[in-house]
């Protein structure tokens, strides 16, 4: 949460025999505080040493509601077929690496068998619903839990592969809850959408939908790229270029699935490629 810069505190202090000295402030927060926000502190210190010459020093504290954040490195989309390890961190708000029990659940929610509809306005109005995708999978109810672990950082920070390649297409919702040493409960969300390069199923019923295994590749090396729709018998048009070099283009047709490209990176595609779908 972001907010401007507000003067707390500011005055003059005398170092102790050893040239030490300590500067204490009340950290005022602006915001309300039932709310859960972090807010960075900036310390200024002016020192005039014995000579008349002066000595700037700026610190930084970040401070919050909470004294713990957690946090795991996982991707909005992955594919099961080439699933990577997921970081957990427990961590104070400065940064400093804390050893916590982390409690990991992981639940599998229940998609919608069509394409959601939203109204592309938000007051009453007579007019058609125009249908559009929505990319909001928070909202989804809970199906099924997949799987609950405790984890402790100290020993273990890291939730397995393993686990993710196991789980079918489909749409997750992975719950991190740990407890501060004041006995609050810390919990933190993520979602993330599962295909299998393996199938052509769509994770969930979507108007589009795009995935990329990597970015950045070298000379011999594939990447994967994924396009899927819900929509059956639907015209897209497909775009590669390097630089101003077209690859490959042309109109195709896909019927309620994913499409996998296989893309080898060639000699002559250093500087990049860069990828276009219109549907």
């Given at each position: 949460?972001?907010?401007?810069?507000?003067?707390?505190?500011?005055?003059?202090?005398?170092t102790n025999e050893n040239?030490?000295?300590?500067?204490?402030?009340?950290?005022?927060?602006?915001?309300?505080?039932?709310?859960?926000?972090?807010?960075?502190?900036?310390?200024?210190?002016?020192?005039?040493?014995?000579?008349?010459?002066?000595?700037?020093?700026?610190?930084?504290?970040?401070?919050?509601?909470?004294?713990?954040?957690?946090?795991?490195?996982?991707?909005?989309?992955?594919?099961?077929?080439?699933?990577?390890?997921?970081?957990?961190?427990?961590?104070?708000?400065?940064?400093?690496?804390?050893?916590?029990?982390?409690?990991?659940?992981?639940?599998?929610?229940?998609t919608p068998d069509h394409?959601?509809?939203?109204?592309?306005?938000?007051?009453?109005?007579?007019?058609?619903?125009?249908?559009?995708?929505?990319?909001?999978?928070?909202?989804?109810?809970?199906?099924?839990?997949?799987?609950?672990?405790?984890?402790?950082?100290?020993?273990?920070?890291?939730?397995?592969?393993?686990?993710?390649?196991?789980?079918?297409?489909?749409?997750?919702?992975?719950?991190?809850?740990?407890?501060?040493?004041?006995?609050?409960?810390?919990?933190?969300t993520a979602f993330v959408?599962?295909?299998?390069?393996?199938?052509?199923?769509?994770?969930?019923?979507?108007?589009?939908?795009?995935?990329?295994?990597?970015?950045?590749?070298?000379?011999?090396?594939?990447?994967?790229?994924?396009?899927?729709?819900?929509?059956?018998?639907?015209?897209?048009?497909?775009?590669?270029?390097?630089?101003?070099?077209?690859?490959?283009?042309?109109?195709?047709?896909?019927?309620?699935?994913?499409?996998?490209?296989?893309?080898?990176?060639?000699?002559?595609?250093?500087?990049?490629?860069?990828?276009?779908?219109?549907?």
């Amino acid at each position: 949460i972001y907010s401007s810069e507000i003067p707390i505190s500011a005055g003059e202090i005398q170092t102790n025999e050893n040239g030490d000295f300590e500067i204490t402030f009340k950290a005022i927060a602006p915001l309300k505080q039932n709310e859960v926000n972090y807010y960075n502190y900036s310390v200024i210190a002016e020192v005039t040493d014995a000579t008349g010459e002066t000595h700037t020093q700026n610190t930084h504290v970040k401070i919050g509601s909470h004294s713990l954040l957690i946090s795991a490195d996982l991707p909005p989309i992955m594919d099961s077929q080439n699933a990577k390890d997921v970081l957990i961190k427990a961590q104070t708000p400065n940064g400093k690496t804390l050893q916590k029990e982390i409690v990991f659940k992981l639940e599998k929610l229940k998609t919608p068998d069509h394409i959601i509809k939203e109204q592309p306005w938000d007051v009453d109005t007579n007019f058609t619903t125009i249908p559009i995708e929505s990319s909001e999978i928070s909202d989804l109810s809970i199906e099924a839990t997949v799987l609950i672990k405790t984890l402790n950082t100290k020993n273990d920070s890291i939730i397995p592969k393993s686990i993710f390649q196991a789980l079918s297409n489909g749409a997750y919702k992975m719950t991190l809850t740990a407890t501060e040493k004041n006995g609050l409960k810390v919990e933190q969300t993520a979602f993330v959408k599962i295909l299998s390069s393996q199938n052509n199923e769509m994770p969930l019923k979507a108007a589009s939908f795009f995935f990329m295994d990597k970015t950045i590749a070298q000379v011999d090396e594939q990447i994967k790229f994924s396009l899927g729709t819900s929509y059956k018998k639907q015209d897209y048009y497909y775009l590669m270029t390097s630089g101003n070099k077209i690859i490959e283009s042309g109109w195709q047709k896909i019927n309620d699935e994913i499409k996998h490209i296989n893309i080898k990176i060639l000699e002559e595609y250093r500087g990049g490629i860069s990828l276009q779908v219109f549907f």
